[in-house]
């Protein structure tokens, strides 16, 4: 059986799920960053080793002032509810995105987070803020030309040398990226890592899936026939 290490989420819609229950926008994402606590605990009995979620990504800043506000004061939440139960897990927090835009307060809960898992080493959960996939890879490709400049590396790398300017330099490739929601696009996200991934498109609202929703998007990735690019005796 194929191992599944490494999963990637687009959590999509929490402010439906919410206007359809007949609550504010806010409540919806209330409930799906309570719902990273419950996924991230699935994720691990399922044997994934690297979670990787999209909270905020670069052009979640178009949104209303007020919901982009509450959207900058979930992590405090999230963490300040759930943190001390990650680290009795062994769960390593990581960032990815450009963090030093974010409100300092912001900013400094997702660092603190980074800082007090260091030197965990069970489920990854890596929490995308103020990511873009595209602006990431900007990112690397500037790296890269810096250090040519500078004499610190030599033109021609190849994919595994470009790679190490990513934020993900230290993560596998993407196995599997979920959508939830209905929706069906990538939205500028991991656009490198997820070059081979399998993809799963499902009806359910984020705060909606659940460790049996997941299972069952394993279990779905377990049948594919992953042939990145080759032929099999099928």
């Known amino acids: 059986m194929q191992e599944c290490r490494h999963v990637a989420i687009i959590m999509d819609g929490n402010g439906r799920w919410a ?10 994402h209330k409930a799906g960053a309570d719902n990273v606590r ?10 994934v080793k690297y979670l990787t979620l999209y909270a905020f990504s670069t052009e979640n800043w178009k ?5 982009v506000g509450y959207l900058m004061k979930l992590p405090a939440y999230l963490f300040g509810r759930y943190m001390k139960e990650f680290l009795q897990r062994g769960y390593r927090i990581r960032m990815l995105g450009e963090l030093d835009v ?15 898992s260091k030197n965990n080493t069970g489920l990854s959960l890596n929490i ?21 400049a500078e004499g610190k590396a030599k033109l021609g790398i190849d994919e595994a040398g470009f790679e190490q300017y990513l934020m993900t330099k230290d993560f596998p490739p993407v196995d599997l990226l979920i959508r939830t929601s209905g929706e069906e696009r990538i939205s500028n996200y991991l656009l490198w890592q997820i070059a081979y991934a399998e993809l799963e ?4 609202a984020w705060p909606d899936f659940t460790p049996d929703v997941m299972k069952r998007c394993i279990e779905e990735y377990h049948h594919r026939n992953r042939r990145f690019g080759g032929l099999t005796n099928e």
């Open 201 to 204: 498109f499902i009806p359910e």
């Open 63 to 67: 949104r209303s002032k007020d919901e």
């Open 102 to 116: 974010l409100p300092p307060a912001t900013e400094k809960v997702l660092r603190d987070a980074e800082e007090e």
């Open 38 to 47: 419950t996924i991230a605990i699935a994720a691990n009995d399922l044997g």
């Open 19 to 28: 206007k359809a229950k007949g609550l504010p926008r806010t409540a919806g």
């Open 128 to 148: 995308c803020m103020n990511y873009g996939s595209q602006r990431e890879i900007t990112l690397a490709a500037n790296a890269y030309a810096k250090d040519v």
